[in-house]
């Protein structure tokens, strides 16, 4: 499938479907979707980081190789539907230990910004959880970090997976 096939595709959302099982399917065609994803200005490009999404939910290791690209890209991206997807995608996988630095000063710009959506604000809240797994000395910061965003910026959102995170947060720092 090519990029233009699939551009001609995603413009009707009867064919995501049919995309989705045929990339699973056949996994080279990530390629033409990696590429509408990634680097594509298409008004309808943020479905290609949705397909994306769901691909990985039936069949994350076609994803996962994309990963480290992802991480380049939602640092620059400003489309607010692809972001959401991209920073999903990577709060569900593990990150590069190259980028952990970079993406916790990211991911806590993110989250601490009432500009951002409410999905792009608890999708990098989840991902600053997920960094300390890694690195078990932030743990405190990001508690202290969540709990006050729970305060200054609640919605019925960062509080839900805020509590999670607090919960565990409290528990593994004892």
Known sequence: MTKEELLELIISWENLPY??????????NIAALREIALHSNHPKSWRAAWIMDKIHEKSPGVITPIIPEIVEQVKIETQNGKKRHFLKL???????????????????????????DLAVRVHAMQILYNITEKEPDLKPEI???????????????????????????????G
Do not use: W, Y
């Open 143 to 173: 508690l202290s970090l969540i709990e006050n965003e729970m305060i200054l910026h609640s919605s019925a959102g960062i509080i839900s997976r805020g509590r999670k995170l607090v919960q565990k947060l409290r528990v593994q720092t």
């Open 19 to 28: 995309i989705i099982d045929e990339i699973i399917r056949e996994p080279q």
């Open 90 to 116: 990577l709060s569900l996988n593990e990150l590069p230990n190259k980028q952990l630095v970079v993406m916790l000063e990211f991911c806590i710009g993110l989250f601490t910004s009432a500009k951002e």
